[in-house]
């Protein structure tokens, strides 16, 4: 059995380009990076960071580019491709990771938050959240249970 399996959470470096393939499906690259911390034999703190290629197809293509930008988070499922060409007369070599699935992380920098309530709706809220007893006495002999 032989399995081509990649999961990478890290943030964008540059936001998403969208293109169009001749057929018309759409296509979203973007490079991902991805933060390795360890501490050496002495004990010092380490950190490498490694850099990732992402290719997106179809609907997915069109919603990442739309909400994701550089800074932001993302997890990828997809599958490693190496694909060759040939540029002045070299040839040359990209492994990427053709994303079956993007999941957009946490929101930073405040975007997409509710603006702030009034006083006026906030004494509102308050009023409907408050749970009126009645006054008389609840005998325990009433209850059918």
Do not use: C
Not at 85 to 91: F, L, Y
Not at 95 to 110: C, K, L, S, Y
């Amino acid at each position: 059995m032989y399995l081509n399996k990649v999961f990478i959470f890290g943030n964008l470096t540059r936001d998403p380009e969208l293109r169009s393939l001749p057929s018309g499906i759409q296509v979203a690259s973007f490079t991902i990076a991805t933060n390795r911390v360890w501490k050496n034999k002495s004990g010092e703190k380490q950190e490498s960071t490694e850099y990732h290629n992402v290719v997106v197809f179809g609907r997915q293509a069109e919603t990442s580019a739309q909400y994701l930008k550089k800074g932001s988070s993302a997890l990828i499922d997809g599958r490693l491709q190496t694909r060759s060409w040939e540029q002045d007369g070299q040839k040359k070599y990209r492994t990427e990771i053709i994303a079956d699935r993007v999941q957009f992380g946490p929101r930073t920098g405040g975007g997409g938050s509710a603006p702030p309530e009034s006083e006026e709706k906030t004494d509102v809220k308050k009023k409907e959240d408050v749970i009126e007893y009645p006054e008389e006495e609840i005998n325990p002999d009433d209850i059918p249970f």
